[in-house]
């Protein structure tokens, strides 16, 4: 099975701080990767597919890229609307990494 | 509006059985793979189970494999999973999602979600 390790589980950031979030997959997955963020009590939301391609309706300062076996997760400017989990998955076998919060300084 | 609505959890004691269901409302998912996904308190994103537009393909993660069976009605617009032997590390939010496959190389993920349904498993 593939195995998918995001870091880090926890991160602590400021409004307009830029993060990045990090997924590797223990197998290469070409471009076979989603990120979701989820909000406490609330279900996943797409915010980018196929490893860097936004979901529609998903702000421009969310990008994703890699391929491979290495993928990220960037916020350009965090926004407090932004303080959540981000999970990524991989989609060859719908497995998902350990989910990273992002909690406010 | 676009919406899928789970329903059928409960509390269950340790080797019973629910029935979860998930309507869709809004869009036809006959064409759709349909997926379930949970989430134990405090813990990341499992995915459990697979079913493809016309049941044919259909997948489980070795954690329910033996015990979880998905399956679909296309006329009713909705999706079930049936749960039997539950254990208590099957205590999770148990989440529906349609799943928008792959066309050209591109895998388009998970883009509607339901709002989840709780099932506890404990004495």
């Known amino acids: 099975d593939i195995q998918l390790t995001q870091s880090p589980s926890f991160l602590s950031a400021s409004v307009g701080d830029r993060v990045t979030i990090t997924c590797r997959a223990s197998?290469?997955?070409?471009?076979?990767l989603a990120w979701y963020q989820q909000k406490p009590g609330k279900a996943p939301k797409l915010l980018i597919y196929a490893a860097s391609t936004l979901q529609s309706g998903v702000p421009s300062r969310f990008s994703g890229s890699g391929s491979g076996t290495e993928f990220t997760l960037t916020i350009s400017s965090l926004q407090p609307e932004d303080f959540a989990s981000y999970h990524c998955q991989q989609l060859t076998s719908f497995t998902f990494g350990g989910g990273t919060k992002v909690e406010i300084k | 509006e676009v919406q899928l609505v789970e329903s059928g959890g409960g509390l269950v004691k340790p080797g019973g059985s629910l029935r979860l269901s998930c309507a869709a409302s809004g869009f036809s998912l006959s064409d759709d793979i349909m997926q379930w996904v949970r989430q134990a308190p405090g813990k990341g994103l499992e995915w459990v189970s697979y079913i493809s537009s016309s049941s044919t393909y259909i997948y489980y993660a070795d954690s329910v494999k033996g015990r979880f069976t998905i399956s679909r009605d296309n006329a009713k617009n909705s999706l079930y999973l049936q749960m039997n032997s539950l254990r208590v590390e099957d205590t999770a939010v148990y989440y529906c999602?349609?799943?928008?496959?792959?066309?050209?190389?591109?895998?388009?993920?998970?883009?509607?979600w339901g709002q989840g349904t709780m099932v506890t498993v404990s004495s």
């Open positions: 999602a349609r799943d928008r496959g792959r066309y050209s190389g591109t895998y388009y993920g998970f883009d509607i």
């Open positions: 197998q290469g997955i070409s471009s076979y």
